[in-house]
């Protein structure tokens, strides 16, 4: 078992739904998560950054931190056709300089108008 | 506000060529990161630098080499070019303690091996 699992999609939904991109891990020891956005041919850039459990919201963005079920997940809400990109979540343990994150493997997102 | 530069941004290798991908940011980073990522696989981990003078392997090592020439750049080398090492690289940097704040990753280096 992969140590992040997230549903590669792809996932297609109209304009103006709300969509829930999740991801599990298997690592108690992670408390700190992120979620990634990558367009089409650029590199990933932070979207939500979450420590521990609980809620986080940011506009149309809202990260969601369940640690007792190891769960995380993202919810945008009134979705826009900008918003069609690969979601990558990432994950870590530590503070520390040699603690890598830890990334899924990305869910590809298109928002239909 | 550059960011991370990563050149070049597309190259074409025959097998046993070699190539070194540069890297460089000027957020005055401690740690830097190279990923490679392919369809269905996500983002591994190849080498990263904890800090100018450290690198330690990640998820892939195996067929690259890296060099944290300053705290600035960190190259990642192909001695040996094969095909399975055609991927899209990118590289990433991040302050101290990287829990604080997460990654910043460049746009990326599209590499076919034929």
């Known amino acids: 078992q992969k140590e992040v699992e997230q549903d590669p999609g792809p996932l297609s939904v109209p304009e103006g739904a709300i969509v829930s991109l999740n991801c599990t891990y298997s690592?108690?020891?992670?408390?700190?998560f992120m979620w990634y956005r990558q367009y089409s041919r650029k590199g990933p850039e932070l979207l939500m950054y979450?420590?521990?459990?609980g809620n986080k919201e940011d506009g149309r963005f809202t990260a969601q931190v369940d640690k007792s079920s190891k769960y995380i997940s993202l919810f945008i809400r009134d979705s826009q056709p900008s918003d069609s990109a690969t979601y990558l979540c990432?994950?870590?343990?530590?503070?520390?300089?040699?603690?890598?994150?830890?990334f899924g493997k990305g869910t590809r997102l298109s928002v239909i108008a | 506000n550059a960011g991370v530069t990563q050149t070049p941004k597309f190259q074409v290798l025959k097998t046993g060529q070699s190539m070194t991908l540069q890297c460089a940011q000027d957020m005055n980073h401690n740690s830097m990161y190279w990923y490679r990522q392919d369809p269905g696989m996500g983002l591994r981990l190849i080498y990263y630098s904890a800090s100018e003078g450290t690198t330690d392997k990640g998820e892939v090592p195996n067929g690259y080499n890296v060099s944290r020439l300053n705290k600035r750049e960190f190259s990642l080398r192909l001695e040996s070019a094969a095909p399975s090492q055609t991927s899209v690289y990118f590289c990433a940097s991040s302050p101290p303690r990287t829990g604080d704040q997460p990654q910043h990753f460049g746009d990326g280096t599209r590499l076919s091996i034929l």
């Open positions: 990432a994950m870590t343990a530590a503070r520390g300089e040699n603690t890598p994150l830890v």
């Open positions: 979450t420590y521990s459990s």
């Open positions: 690592n108690s020891a992670f408390q700190y």
